[in-house]
C-alpha cells in the first residue's frame, strides 16, 4: 500500500496561507514598533502596544482549544484571517490619510490577539487530520520553520521597506496578507471531529486536558520552562528596536539585517 504523502493539497494551502500572513505580521511589527517610535519617543509605550496583540492570544489559546475542536475550524481560520487582514488594512488606512491615532493602533492590536487565540488552535488541531499520522512528526517541523522563514524575509526586508517606503505600505503588506491567507483557506477541506454521542461539557474537556499535562512531569516542566525562556527572550529582544532607533550610526536598515542575523542563527542552532 503505497503511503499517502505529507505536502498533499490541504497542507500547501494551510502551510503557504501561514508563510504568507506570517511574514506580514513581521513587516506589521517592525513598521509598527519605528512608528510608535517615531510619534510618541517612548519604549515602554512601545512595548505595551506590542503586548495588546500578544496578552490575548497567551492567555485565551489554551482555552479555546477545547471550544475549536467542536466548531467547524475551517470557517473559524478563514473569518479570523479575513477580520485580521481588514483591520490592519483599516490601519494602513488612516496611516496613509495622516490620521492615524495610537488608540485605533491599541484596538487593532486587541483584535488581532483574540482572532489569534481562536485561530492558532485550530491550525495546531487540523496539523493531525489533513496529514497521515507516520508524517504527523515531519509535518509540525515543516510549520516550525514558517517562523524562522518569515523572520529571516520578515525582518530583513522589513528594514530595508520601511527605510524607503515607511510603516503605512508596510501596515498595507499585513493587510493582504491575512486576507490572502483567508482567501485560499476557503479551498481547505478539514474534517469535523467526531467526538461521538457524548454530550459536550466545555469545563470538564478543559480541566482533563489540564489534567493530562500536570500527570506528565515531563510535560509541565517543558511548558514551564518554554514559558520562562519566552518570557525573557522577548523582554530582551524588544529592546534591540529603540537602539537602532534612536542610534546616530544605526537605523531600520541594519535592524532588519541583525534581527535576520539572529533568526538564522537560531535556525541553525
Request: one cysteine or more; hydrophobic letters at 55%; a neutral charge.
Amino acid at each position: 500500500m503505497t503511503e499517502k504523502p505529507l505536502w498533499n493539497a490541504n497542507f500547501f494551502l494551510l502551510w503557504q496561507g501561514q508563510l504568507v500572513s506570517a511574514v506580514g505580521d513581521v513587516f506589521y511589527q517592525v513598521a509598527l514598533g519605528f512608528w510608535i517610535l517615531a510619534v510618541t519617543g517612548s519604549t515602554g509605550l512601545m512595548g505595551i502596544l506590542m503586548a495588546t496583540s500578544t496578552i490575548p492570544r497567551v492567555a485565551l489559546s489554551p482555552f479555546m482549544g477545547v471550544l475549536v475542536d467542536r466548531l467547524n475550524r475551517k470557517w473559524i481560520m478563514v473569518i479570523t484571517d479575513a477580520l485580521r487582514g481588514l483591520t490592519v488594512a483599516l490601519v494602513a488606512f488612516a496611516a496613509f490619510q495622516g490620521s492615524l491615532e495610537i488608540w485605533m493602533v491599541f484596538g487593532a492590536g486587541i483584535i488581532i490577539g483574540l482572532c489569534a487565540a481562536f485561530f492558532d488552535p485550530c491550525v495546531a488541531s487540523s496539523l493531525p487530520d489533513i496529514i497521515p499520522e507516520t508524517k504527523l512528526m515531519q509535518g509540525n517541523s515543516v510549520f516550525s520553520m514558517i517562523q524562522t522563514i518569515s523572520g529571516i524575509l520578515g525582518n530583513s526586508l522589513g528594514g530595508v521597506i520601511y527605510a524607503f517606503l515607511g510603516a503605512p505600505i508596510m501596515f498595507l503588506v499585513n493587510g493582504v496578507s491575512y486576507l490572502f491567507s483567508s482567501i485560499t483557506e476557503l479551498f481547505l477541506r478539514i474534517p469535523q471531529v467526531d467526538h461521538g454521542p457524548t454530550r459536550f461539557n466545555y469545563f470538564h474537556d478543559l480541566k482533563a486536558g489540564f489534567t493530562f499535562i500536570r500527570s506528565s512531569k515531563a510535560l509541565s516542566l517543558l511548558f514551564l520552562n518554554i514559558g520562562m525562556l519566552n518570557f525573557f527572550l522577548v523582554m530582551g529582544g524588544i529592546l534591540y528596536l529603540p537602539y537602532f532607533q534612536q542610534s546616530p550610526v544605526f537605523g531600520p536598515t541594519q535592524f532588519g539585517i541583525m534581527m535576520a542575523i539572529l533568526t538564522g542563527g537560531s535556525f541553525l542552532g
